[in-house]
């Protein structure tokens, strides 16, 4: 995927890289490299001035800083000296000032916002170089969804989650469940997956991971290959989550029933996790046991209902006996249960997961227009639970 974002650039856009040292340039190559950008290098002051003004970023190496403190170039944000042994204050940024040694007396003359040692600041400079194409990090949120017990109905609700979004990464954390773009319908879509993702390392460009992967409408998928399994590595999972959180307003992980390091880390890295709960007595047992996983790693947890032929159980029951909110029953959709991709999926399902979006405080630019609360609030054990499972009750023995 490195290169990638050079394609969506403009040329003139690009960072810029100022320093005749080999050395340092092979080191600012290989950080260019890491955060996925292409860069334009010059080795003189005179080669710089036609990038000056237009670059994106640009990284002023010590060796030329004094000729170009006392060329006049004009003044412009974003330019940072890099060096070896060079005092760095990457992890504390603080205002420079005329009052310091001579390196930074030329960085001010300059204008330079900060001086990063390559050695100390390595991490620094590729966020720099990655922010300068990709933009700084937006925080967009991660959900996972997680079954309570095998086959509750968690793709099924994560693939429905994205499709009622507008722009969103989908991931799917099960290397053996067949891959969610056969629920989406995009199986026949180019595009990495997983396991030719496993070799993801480091900073991930969003715009490279756009165009790498295979999209069904507004929800770019990472999806389990069909052509053979294999674990996905931990910082592989973990560059791909923060890539989507640069590049997407919301990223969901339809993460499976295990207890391993990935599901760990993908439940720690979410802002909510949702479980999908059978409403029968083994399955409230066996999510009991996965939500004191679960809550070790996430404060945030909601609870789906999905029910079974056996149920017996009401919305108040499922939440007493969890202590979680309830945010409503997944609706059973035919076209769905015939093995029919989630884009066939009816009214009810849509209209469910636009309300769990708005539940769990996704922002307007990640679900598509029209998107409104559901009727109720989530639900939990109380004075009025009792209310809403007697109707429930009733309502089922007359549809009996």
């Known amino acids: 995927?490195?290169?990638?974002?050079?394609?969506?650039?403009?040329?003139?856009?690009?960072?810029?890289l100022v320093t005749a040292d080999p050395a340092l340039l092979d080191d600012l190559l290989a950080m260019s490299a890491a955060a996925g950008v292409d860069v334009v290098v010059a080795d003189s002051p005179v080669a710089a001035?036609?990038?000056?003004?237009?670059?994106?970023?640009?990284?002023?190496?010590d060796d030329l800083l004094p000729d170009l403190a006392l060329t006049g170039m004009p003044r412009r944000d974003a330019v940072v000296?890099?060096?070896?042994?060079?005092?760095?204050?990457?992890?504390?940024?603080?205002?420079?000032?005329?009052?310091?040694?001579?390196?930074?007396?030329?960085?001010?003359?300059?204008?330079?916002?900060?001086?990063?040692?390559?050695?100390?600041?390595?991490?620094?400079?590729?966020?720099?170089?990655?922010?300068?194409?990709?933009?700084?990090?937006?925080?967009?949120?991660?959900?996972?969804?997680?079954?309570?017990?095998?086959?509750?109905?968690?793709?099924?609700l994560a693939c429905a989650l994205a499709l009622v979004s507008e722009d969103c990464l989908l991931v799917d954390g099960d290397p053996l469940g067949g891959g969610l773009d056969l629920r989406v319908g995009g199986e026949d879509l180019r595009g990495l997956r997983w396991p030719e993702l496993g070799a993801t390392r480091g900073r991930v460009s969003p715009l490279a991971l756009r165009d790498a992967l295979p999209r069904q409408g507004g929800v770019s998928l990472v999806a389990a290959s069909r052509d053979g399994a294999a674990p996905i590595p931990l910082d592989s999972l973990s560059a791909i989550l923060?890539?989507?959180?640069?590049?997407?307003?919301?990223?969901?992980?339809?993460?499976?029933?295990h207890l391993d390091d990935a599901c760990r880390f993908t439940w720690g890295r979410s802002r909510t996790a949702i479980?999908?709960?059978?409403?029968?007595?083994?399955?409230?047992?066996?999510?009991?046991?996965?939500?004191?996983?679960?809550?070790?790693?996430?404060?945030d947890i909601r609870l789906v209902i999905r029910r079974t032929r056996e149920s017996v159980l009401s919305e108040s029951d499922v939440s007493r006996a969890l202590g979680q909110p309830i945010l409503g029953c997944l609706p059973h959709d035919r076209a769905?249960?015939?093995?029919?991709?989630?884009?066939?999926?009816?009214?009810?399902?849509?209209?469910?997961?636009?309300?769990?979006?708005?539940?769990?405080?996704?922002?307007?630019?990640?679900?598509?227009?029209?998107?409104?609360?559901?009727g109720g609030r989530s639900r939990t054990a109380g004075a009025s639970s009792s209310t809403a499972g007697a109707q429930e009750n009733a309502a089922r023995r007359s549809a009996s």
């Open 336 to 374: 769905v249960a015939r093995g029919e991709p989630l884009t066939s999926a009816g009214h009810a399902l849509r209209r469910f997961a636009e309300g769990i979006l708005v539940d769990c405080g996704v922002s307007r630019a990640a679900r598509r227009p029209g998107a409104r609360r559901r």
């Open 81 to 156: 000296v890099c060096g070896r042994g060079v005092a760095d204050h990457s992890s504390a940024p603080r205002r420079l000032d005329a009052s310091t040694d001579s390196l930074w007396r030329q960085a001010v003359a300059l204008g330079a916002a900060e001086v990063v040692d390559v050695a100390e600041g390595r991490s620094r400079i590729v966020d720099l170089i990655g922010d300068a194409i990709d933009g700084p990090l937006r925080s967009g949120p991660v959900i996972t969804v997680v079954s309570g017990r095998g086959g509750a109905g968690a793709s099924t």
């Open 49 to 61: 001035l036609a990038r000056w003004a237009s670059a994106s970023l640009v990284l002023v190496g």
């Open 242 to 257: 923060e890539a989507g959180s640069r590049g997407y307003p919301l990223t969901i992980v339809d993460c499976p029933r």
């Open 275 to 299: 479980v999908v709960v059978p409403d029968d007595v083994p399955g409230i047992v066996s999510s009991s046991i996965l939500l004191d996983a679960v809550r070790s790693c996430v404060a």
């Open 1 to 16: 995927m490195p290169g990638h974002a050079a394609a969506m650039t403009a040329p003139d856009r690009l960072p810029l």
